[in-house]
Structures are given as C-alpha cells and as structure tokens.
C-alpha cells in the first residue's frame, strides 16, 4: 500500500514537472488523475483499480479540455501589417544574392531584407513578388512578377516566423 503512496507521489510529481516545462496542456491531466489514484490508494483500493481510474480519467479529461484549450489558452497567431506585403511587387534595390547574402528590396515605402525563393541573383531595378516572410526577410520570386504586374491579383502564401 505504502508503495502504491509513493508510486502515485511520483507521478504526480513527474506530471507537474512536465506540464511546468511544456506549459501545453499534455500532462496536468495525469496530476489530476494521479492524485484521484492517490486517494484511492491511501483508503486501499486495488491497484488495478487505481490504474483503471488513472488512465480513464486522465483520458477523459484531455479529451474533454482539448476544444477549451484550442478556444481560450493556445497562443494565435499575431499578424501584423509586414503580413499586407505577401503577394505584392517589391522592387529591387540591392542585387539579391542568396550566396552573398545580398539584397534588399522595398514594398511600398518599406525598405526589407530580400532573398531568392529558388537561389536564383535579382538584380536591381528588376521586379519580384513577396512569397512569404522568414523572419525580417522578403522571399521573393522574380518569375511571379511577370504574370502578376498586368493581372492585378494577389498571390498569398504564407509568414514563417
């Protein structure tokens, strides 16, 4: 009995631990259904008993917090204004040299970091479309550019961070 005390002391202890680390929502349901096989030993339930607790409930209750979690705690995504230059034309003001680690290039009356989306050198003066954003730096395609300037559409991709 003593050892199924300390068994269920660890655990709680190990998922507290976890969840501080992680701070997602993955084990504080274990604590909870720890500390419910916790007292079920101290008042001398079977063992098996306490692990069938432990694991149905603990099952349960991330099951059952998943949509609360994904509606009030996970973080969304922020966007910002640097997000309105994805598909539009940025124009060249530095030759773009992935290798070199060159380039710049302006979207509007913003001056950014530029790189090649394939490796491939735009020189300046030339015209690319933004693709995405890594980091502080415009991904670009110049071969875009060409079919976008007369048709007025936007290409969306996407904003890595």
Known sequence: MVEHIV?????????????????????????VAAVVSLVL???GAALWIQVAIFVGLAFVLAV???PLYKKYIRPKAQHTNADMAIGQIAIITERVDNDAGTGFATVG????TA????GSVIEEGEKAVVVCIDGVKLILNKDRAHAHVNDGDEIRTEHKI
């Open 7 to 31: 068994l269920w002391a660890v655990v709680i202890c190990a998922s507290v631990f976890l969840e501080a680390m992680s701070s997602q929502l993955v084990a504080v349901w274990f604590a």
């Open 41 to 43: 030993a101290i008042i």
């Open 64 to 66: 059952l917090s998943r």
């Open 109 to 112: 009356a913003q001056l950014w």
């Open 115 to 118: 790189r090649s989306e394939d």
